[in-house]
């Protein structure tokens, strides 16, 4: 078992013949990843190795019932190709791209709020890597293998990092997701958290925030509530000055919201132990799991 | 982005918000100009993007053409918290009668816009939301619907605003609103709006900020600029298109990835160190960004010693490495660099050092070990 994407995920990639969209969707296909489809206006009927490119998403899914968008497009056309895919009857959409304006987030999220068959994960993120299974988007799958640590973060590199500390010690991963470090994520910690928690191969759940909102302090409220599971945490950012945007668009102190001592305090309130280095995380990880050797 | 006072209130009279008549000016003789073309008493005000202006003497009232040139000449230049005054907004100075507050926030938690009104204006909102928040009258707005004329009428009659300035005060909230939207703000604030003594409503001073993330669709404000604020290694990254951000320490910060950057700066001040930068080289990096990257990061005299801390996913790191190595060799670094590489051709990148042989450069197999390594190193350099 995993989340989210796995051996049942039939993929449609919009932007897939883009330079950065066909190369790593050629990585996810080697990878495993059943790639059905791809979308690109105007250039129907062609293919990327084998891949058929389809003008709409609607026709993509009625030709290869493709059930998970990738979306790749520049930002100013993310919000559009994310309603697109979800008004095809897209259940699982995985944003990948950057810079996507807050405005545009905003109104992409009210609007696939109102469709409860419908997950978003992103804009601005890694995607999601279900080791053994399919990976859907950009994470390196060469660091992570099947095991049952559920990883959540809102950062790419860092969760490899954390991934890397993990794997050298012996431990895989059921599913990494990146919900990516933007202001309005499609998924919140919440959410996927949500779903490790039901998921039975999950035995130890890792979140990796960072500074900027308040999605760490209501998960660790989620957790005390509704979680079993044991929770690892990290959080990022926690020397940075305020009223600075630390290269995630959603990564800033405002004034006095969005500071990381804060969200480390709500997370250990609740008994969810926070690493304060990536190293720390993973040796804690490793205490908790008992040692032993997934 | 953050703009200032003046630029805010430009941007706000595209949506028709009543305001003071009011002009900039960067020296004394166009702010005696501005302060003769908008008439007295006029507010003479420094612009500089921090609190406490006033206080700091950087606010003036002239009451005649002798004063303006006396508060002009005395506020340009005036040093206000390390940032140097080089622009005025000079304004016809308001009569006030009541001060108010009114604010739209992009409320992330929520996910929609959430627009503030209070009667208490012209004092510190966080104080007044702390002590008594029954004062500021609050709603979510579901961006798929708007503002309406019935949102701005709840605010004003739940804020408690005086009888006969409901309708001016909702007028502009609901303006507030359509400036915040249509600027994609993420933060619109009117500290104070003020109530005259002929009742109009007007809005004395503007704060805002808008999306970088949007700025493409909207040029002009993409071009304001702030001659007070500008920092020579931030102004020179932006040019390169890197993301950097200055810091107060000596240790200079090369990494990959938002998260891995910030977790870095953590562990750097973990071991006792003080970074000088924030760095992010993004995925994929070339040698070519990794050396115009070097240069902005060695640019900053305090830099005495840089930590290179990557974890190769899409980007590689014997690419990074060979960045490292022609940067060295063009650039001729007097200070020394720890470098920690891991993940994507990791071994291939650190026989490429090793082979080079680079004066100055060592290499770390973790992360804390380098951090750790460089902060020694930065103390002994500045022993």
Not at chain 1, 35 to 54: H, M, N, R
Not at chain 1, 63 to 85: K, W
Not at chain 2, 126 to 141: G, M, Q, S, Y
């Amino acid at each position: 078992m995993s989340i989210l994407v796995g051996t049942d995920t039939r993929l449609c990639v919009s932007g897939l013949t883009g330079r950065e969209g066909s190369f790593h969707t050629l990585n996810n296909r080697s990878y495993g990843t059943n790639v059905v489809a791809g979308v690109t206006p105007g250039k129907g009927g062609q293919d990327v190795e084998g891949i058929p490119v389809f003008n709409t998403f609607r026709e993509a899914v009625a030709a290869t019932a493709a059930n998970t968008a990738m979306i790749f497009v520049p930002a100013r056309f993310a919000a559009d190709s994310i309603l697109e895919a979800e008004d095809a009857g897209i259940a699982t959409i995985i944003a990948i791209t950057e810079g996507v304006p807050a405005h545009d987030e905003l109104l992409v999220y009210n609007t696939l709020a109102r469709n409860p068959g419908v997950r978003l994960i992103g804009p601005n993120c890694p995607g999601v890597l279900s080791p053994g299974e399919a990976n859907v988007g950009i994470i390196p799958a060469q660091f992570f293998k099947q095991g049952n640590v559920g990883v959540v973060s809102r950062s790419g590199t860092l969760t490899y990092q954390i991934g890397n500390e993990l794997a050298q010690r012996g431990f895989g991963n059921s599913t990494i997701v990146g919900i990516g470090g933007d202001p309005v994520p499609g998924s919140s910690f919440i959410d996927i958290i949500a779903l490790f928690e039901a998921d039975p191969q999950t035995e130890l759940i890792v979140m990796s925030g960072e500074i900027g909102g308040t999605a760490e302090e209501e998960a660790a409220a989620y957790i005390a509530e509704h979680v079993s599971k044991p929770v690892v945490g990290y959080i990022a950012g926690l020397t940075a000055p305020p009223g600075k945007t630390m290269g995630h668009a959603g990564a800033i102190v405002s004034g006095s919201s969005g500071g990381g001592a804060a969200k480390v305090q709500a997370l250990e309130a609740v008994g969810v132990r926070v690493g304060r280095t990536p190293t720390q995380v993973a040796a804690i990880a490793v205490e908790v799991l008992g040692g032993q050797r997934s | 982005m953050d703009l200032l006072e003046y630029q805010g209130k430009q941007l706000f009279a595209r949506y028709g918000m009543a305001q003071s008549p009011g002009r900039a000016a960067r020296d004394v003789d166009s702010a005696v100009a501005a302060a003769e073309a908008v008439g007295y008493p006029c507010a003479i005000k420094a612009q500089v993007k921090i609190g406490g202006r006033g206080k700091a003497g950087g606010i003036k009232i002239a009451g005649d053409v002798s004063q303006a040139r006396e508060h002009a000449s005395a506020i340009l230049g005036m040093d206000i918290r390390g940032l140097v005054v080089q622009e005025l907004w000079i304004e016809r100075a308001a009569e006030i009668e009541d001060e108010y507050y009114a604010a739209v926030v992009f409320d992330r938690s929520a996910k929609k816009p959430l627009v503030m009104l209070s009667t208490r204006g012209g004092v510190d909102i966080e104080a007044v939301a702390a002590e008594t928040p029954e004062a500021i009258a609050t709603l979510h707005v579901d961006p798929l619907v708007g503002f309406k004329p019935f949102h701005g009428r709840r605010l004003a009659f739940e804020a408690g605003v005086a009888p006969d300035v409901v309708r001016g005060v909702a007028e502009l909230v609901g303006q507030l609103y359509a400036a915040f939207v249509g600027e994609e703000a993420m933060l619109a604030e009117v500290n104070p709006m003020v109530v005259t003594p002929a009742r109009e409503v007007l809005a004395l001073d503007a704060k805002v900020t808008l999306d970088s993330n949007a700025l493409f669709r909207h040029p002009d404000n993409a071009a304001l600029t702030d001659p007070s604020d500008v920092d020579p290694q931030e102004s020179m990254a932006k040019e390169r298109g890197l993301t950097y951000v200055k810091l107060d320490g000596d240790i200079g910060i090369f990494g990959n990835g938002a998260g891995l950057v910030m977790s870095t700066l953590d562990v750097v001040a973990g071991a006792g160190g003080a970074p000088a930068n924030f760095l992010d080289a993004g995925g994929g990096a070339k040698a070519e960004s990794i050396v115009a990257a070097i240069e902005v990061i060695l640019s900053d005299a305090k830099v005495r010693a840089v930590l290179f801390n990557v974890f190769g996913g899409i980007t590689r790191c014997d690419e990074v490495a060979r960045g490292l190595i022609e940067a060295v060799r063009i650039l001729s670094p007097t200070v020394p660099f720890v470098v920690r590489l891991d993940g994507t051709n990791d071994v291939e990148a650190r026989e490429l050092l090793a082979a080079a042989e680079l004066p100055g450069v060592v290499t770390e197999a973790t992360m804390d070990g380098a951090a750790a390594r460089v902060v020694a190193m930065a103390a002994e350099a500045s022993a």
